[in-house]
């Protein structure tokens, strides 16, 4: 098993910036695929961002192309979420996830979830 704890997350004024942590622990001797999610209120979770294990392949929903950058250190195995422009709509809680297949986490099916941070950007 897998365990993910984010971390990083807070209140920031519309325009800021902030950097989510995610550290996986257990069973990390695999070589997993990672990414983000958010959920805001009332909505469905959807996919931010991926990033490869082999190949730093990355990934984005258009919706945070050009303001957000997903990044890993593998040897922390942590991976990280800048986000830069942030807008009030970018509100909700962030979930790292780990997968092994790469279309997995792009599926929103990945194996394991953390147990997310609150980010919140006010107007």
């Known amino acids: 098993q897998v365990q993910l704890v984010e971390s990083g997350g807070g209140l920031v004024q519309a325009g800021g910036s902030l950097r989510l942590s995610c550290t996986a622990s257990?069973?990390?001797?695999?070589?997993?695929?990672m990414g983000w999610f958010r959920q805001a209120p009332g909505k469905e979770r959807e996919f931010v961002a991926v990033i490869s294990w082999t190949t730093r392949t990355t990934s984005y929903t258009d919706s945070v192309k050009g303001r957000f950058t997903i990044s890993r250190d593998n040897a922390k195995n942590t991976v990280y979420l800048q986000m830069t422009s942030l807008k009030p709509e970018d509100t909700a809680v962030y979930y790292c996830a780990a997968a092994r297949q790469f279309s997995s986490i792009q599926a929103k099916n990945p194996e394991f979830w953390g147990q997310g941070t609150q980010v919140t950007v006010s107007s």
């Open positions: 257990g069973g990390t001797d695999g070589a997993y695929h």
